[in-house]
């Protein structure tokens, strides 16, 4: 299909579109935030209007469409292991009026820890957002690995996590459990007890489009799940694993919380996992 696209788009241009539109506040968080992120700093090692990306763990690709439209991108290939970016059209003509998305897009499914090197070219950059903590333990080395074997020499690698799972919300619950730390402090029946118990409205910025296919319970399961899946990564060990996997350190920050740390787990787990909630890293070949 992408042929079609890129001929209409030859023909006609970028279809019109417009971020007057926006109603939903997931897909602002990142048309708007996560693609300025990623821009800052991406953009601030590669060209994003010559450079070829990849984007380790796409999601819906929302973000990827913003990059193109607002930040210049013009080659953009989002792997993952769901299809949620088989919605983009529908959630780019809702959003914003765009009649088709821009043909710099591509998308693939892959099973999990699927190599990736030696199909395509090898890339400029590769980029991944709040994705790594979800990958399988077993298969952080290997998929690093592979992502190394992706990028051209000289090429970057941009990777944020939040939050990290030893900081108050590093559950990814918050949107039913606003308890900080309470997946530490709590058994797991307990804390799905409160997931199963909650009633009413969630966060509309944390509600992705998947929220529609799964129904009120169905997400609270999916969403347990994807808890119980988290890797438990802290930013000391990312960035061994991606030092590991024959990268370099260009530029980090992490950022922390401001909060008391509840006296139970004080001693329990160093101070610096509990606080710190965010890691934005870039790395080089
Ligand atoms: C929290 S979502 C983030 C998606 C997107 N980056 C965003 O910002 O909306 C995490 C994504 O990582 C994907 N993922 C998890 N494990 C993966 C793997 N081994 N390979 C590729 N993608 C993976 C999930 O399917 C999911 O889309």
Redesign the pocket.
Known sequence: MNWMLRLQEKLWGIAPWDAKQITDE?FRA?FDY?SDVVHHWVGSALDLRTAKLL?????????DLSLVLRHGATSIHG????Q?YAKLPRIAREQLGMSRIPAALTFET?P???PLAGRRPLVDGIM?????????RD?LLP?LKDLHACLRPGGFFFIQIEPLFYSPYGS?LRRYDEVPWHHLLTSEEALWKVIEDHDGPIDAAEV?FGFADFGVDGYKRFVFK?YQALNRLTADELVEFTAAAGFHVVRQERRNVEMEIPAELRGRYPDEWLLNNEIFLLLSK
Do not use: L
């Open positions: 997931w990142h996560a984007n380790f763990g796409c999601g819906d690709g929302i973000t792997v993952d292991i769901r949620e892959i999990p820890g699927a991944s957002w709040s994705t790594f903590e979800h990958v399988q298969q998929i990814h992705d994807e």
